[in-house]
């Protein structure tokens, strides 16, 4: 059992920046693949970005690459992602999610992740 939590999210004007964290509970936490999806309003949730379990690889949206950044830190439970160059197209909620052990790590599928957080509001102000 995994439980997310994510922190970080507000209102930023168009070029600015973000950090968003995730606090995972458990002593598990490293056995889990991890991945930022987002949900703007009126539409289905979206993957944005996925990191692996020990942190080495990552797999990026092409409508967020080069301009955020995903992070863990296991000895801490923690995963992050680093928004630059914020539009306002990113204005979602975010959510952090906790893939199925056993799965293929960074699947595009919410379908393929077990956990998730409550989501954290971000807008991008133009």
């Known amino acids: 059992q995994v439980q997310l939590v994510e922190s970080g999210g507000g209102l930023v004007q168009a070029g600015g920046s973000l950090r968003l964290s995730c606090t995972a509970s458990g002593r598990t936490f490293s056995r889990y693949a991890m991945a930022w999806f987002r949900q703007a309003p009126g539409k289905e949730r979206e993957f944005a970005v996925a990191?692996?379990?020990?942190?080495?690889?990552?797999y990026y949206d092409d409508s967020v690459k080069d301009r955020f950044t995903i992070s863990r830190d296991n000895a801490k439970n923690m995963v992050y992602l680093q928004m630059n160059s914020l539009k306002p197209e990113d204005t979602a909620v975010y959510y952090c999610?906790?893939?199925?052990?056993?799965?293929?790590?960074?699947?595009?599928?919410?379908?393929?992740?077990?956990?998730w957080g409550q989501g954290t509001q971000v807008t991008v102000s133009s």
């Open positions: 999610a906790a893939e199925r052990l056993g799965s293929t790590y960074g699947s595009r599928s919410a379908a393929s992740y077990d956990y």
């Open positions: 990191i692996s379990r020990g942190g080495v690889s990552t």
